[in-house]
């Protein structure tokens, strides 16, 4: 996408050939910063820290992460040092864990001089693929918005989305927004709510900052006031996206994206999830097992913004003292959303649905039982 005129990616191999550029998304919309990568360490603490964040933009970090790795260290402990710490980031968006063993599937019978170019290669494969299917899953969810357009006469199709999916939470072109994106350059008028995101934001810093951009009317919404403004007639479907979603369909998103689903099923809203196959879980039956990512208390009880003056700042917003909770992500059921758009078409959110559009992935339902725990990870 586009920044100030010129086309960015949200992850890219430096001019050197060998270092990795990211946009340090904790500082924006108020700073635009680039941010040079150099080993697994750097990459794992950018991951961690959220300077890069969304489930797609997590695996194609980790996938160049492993290669920055495998140039420090290509012997088999290097390996697997690299890709545990690597691993250990965040636990929900499964693209983490299959970017990291789609480049160790292709590294590991080399001999160790020939590891860090082939990771390099995969990382650069993952990172177009990925745009790839979200082009596709545009065109999969522009047909859903032109339906809608179709019903509202020439008024503007409302649309209701949760967190950042858009290209900064990918490779680009975004999940979520990509059928926005295409619906706008197509001339279909739009309105889009912007859930802020709390506890970091994303809708209104991120996916707000990228609507301005692109010059598509949106609104920031308190996460609480999404209920209301379904209520009020005046959202028309609803497109989230995912960080894993289970064979059976099951979602983990952003935090509050239960809430949105359960008020969208409650009043007949169409809720969708763009998902690419990079996102889908064939090993999980049930959302159950999903681990859920346990952040930092600090990002609740502090909020951090830009003063009158443009510079900086942090400030406490919750009493002193009082204990607080960050589970990052919810699990949406599958019987709350209407379709998966996925890179090969929209599926229902079932086993039957999915494995209707990925045959060679999908095997019998995994089992049930049991309850994934919270996974904390380090501050
Ligand atoms: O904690 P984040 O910002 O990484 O969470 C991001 C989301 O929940 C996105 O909706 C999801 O990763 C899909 S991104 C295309």
């Given at each position: 996408?586009?920044?100030?005129?010129?086309?960015?990616?949200?992850?890219?191999?430096d001019?050197?050939?060998?270092?990795?550029?990211?946009?340090d998304?904790?500082?924006?919309?108020?700073?635009?910063?680039?941010?040079?990568?150099?080993?697994?360490a750097?990459?794992?603490?950018?991951?961690?820290?959220?300077?890069?964040?969304g489930?797609?933009?997590?695996?194609?970090?980790a996938?160049?992460g492993?290669?920055?790795?495998?140039r420090?260290r290509?012997?088999d402990?290097?390996?697997?040092?690299?890709?545990?710490?690597?691993?250990?980031?965040?636990?929900?968006a499964?693209n983490?864990?299959?970017?990291?063993?789609?480049?160790?599937r292709?590294?590991?019978?080399?001999?160790?001089?020939?590891r860090?170019?082939a990771?390099?290669?995969?990382?650069?494969?993952?990172a177009r693929?990925?745009?790839?299917?979200?082009r596709?899953?545009?065109?999969?969810?522009?047909?859903?918005?032109?339906?809608?357009?179709?019903?509202?006469?020439?008024?503007?199709?409302r649309?209701l989305?949760?967190?950042?999916?858009?290209?900064l939470?990918?490779?680009?072109?975004g999940?979520?927004?990509?059928?926005l994106?295409?619906?706008?350059?197509?001339?279909?008028?739009?309105?889009?709510?912007?859930?802020e995101?709390?506890p970091?934001?994303?809708?209104?810093?991120?996916?707000?900052?990228?609507?301005?951009?692109?010059?598509?009317p949106h609104?920031v919404?308190?996460?609480n006031?999404g209920?209301?403004?379904?209520?009020?007639g005046?959202?028309d479907?609803?497109?989230?996206?995912t960080?894993?979603?289970?064979?059976?369909g099951?979602?983990?998103n952003k935090?509050g994206t239960?809430l949105?689903?359960?008020?969208?099923?409650?009043?007949?809203?169409?809720f969708?999830?763009?998902?690419?196959?990079?996102?889908?879980?064939?090993?999980?039956?049930?959302?159950?097992?999903?681990?859920?990512?346990?952040r930092?208390?600090?990002?609740?009880s502090?909020?951090?913004?830009?003063t009158?003056?443009?510079?900086?700042a942090?400030?406490?917003?919750?009493?002193?003292g009082?204990?607080v909770?960050?589970?990052?992500?919810?699990?949406?059921?599958?019987?709350l959303?209407?379709g998966?758009?996925?890179?090969?078409?929209?599926?229902p959110a079932?086993l039957?649905?999915?494995?209707?559009?990925?045959?060679?992935?999908?095997?019998?339902?995994?089992?049930?039982a049991?309850?994934?725990?919270?996974?904390?990870?380090?501050e």
């Open positions: 996408m586009r920044v100030d005129g010129r086309a960015y990616r949200s992850i890219w191999l001019p050197d050939g060998w270092s990795v550029q990211i946009i998304q904790s500082r924006l919309p108020h700073r635009f910063d680039i941010v040079r990568l150099t080993s697994a750097e990459a794992a603490e950018a991951i961690a820290g959220m300077q890069v964040r489930a797609p933009l997590i695996g194609a970090t996938a160049y492993l290669a920055l790795g495998l420090e290509p012997d402990g290097g390996l697997a040092a690299s890709i545990a710490r690597l691993r250990a980031t965040r636990p929900t499964v983490l864990q299959w970017a990291l063993e789609r480049v160790r292709v590294v590991q019978d080399l001999p160790a001089g020939e860090a170019a990771a390099y290669l995969e990382a650069e494969f993952i693929e990925d745009v790839e299917q979200n596709a899953i545009g065109e999969h969810g522009l047909t859903l918005i032109r339906e809608m357009a179709e019903r509202r006469n020439g008024a503007p199709v649309v989305t949760h967190c950042n999916a858009g290209w939470a990918t490779v680009d072109v999940t979520a927004t990509a059928p994106y295409l619906a706008h350059d197509q001339g279909i008028p739009l309105h889009v709510w912007v859930g995101t709390r970091r934001n994303q809708g209104g810093a991120l996916t707000a900052w990228e609507l301005g951009h692109e010059g598509i609104t919404i308190v996460d006031a209920g209301h403004v379904m209520q009020r005046e959202v479907l609803c497109i989230v996206g960080d894993r979603t289970t064979a059976a099951d979602v983990a935090i239960y949105k689903a359960l008020a969208a099923h409650d009043l007949g809203i169409p969708y999830v763009a998902s690419p196959s990079s996102s889908i879980d064939w090993t999980l039956g049930s959302g159950a097992h999903i681990p859920i990512e346990e930092a208390a600090r990002e609740v502090h909020l951090s913004g830009a009158a003056s443009g510079d900086l942090t400030v406490q917003v919750t009493a002193p009082s204990p909770g960050n589970p990052a992500f919810d699990v949406t059921p599958a019987r959303i209407t998966l758009i996925t890179e090969r078409g929209v599926a079932t039957a649905g999915l494995a209707g559009l990925f045959p060679e992935m999908a095997g019998p339902l995994p089992g049930e049991g309850k994934a725990p919270s996974v904390s990870v380090p």
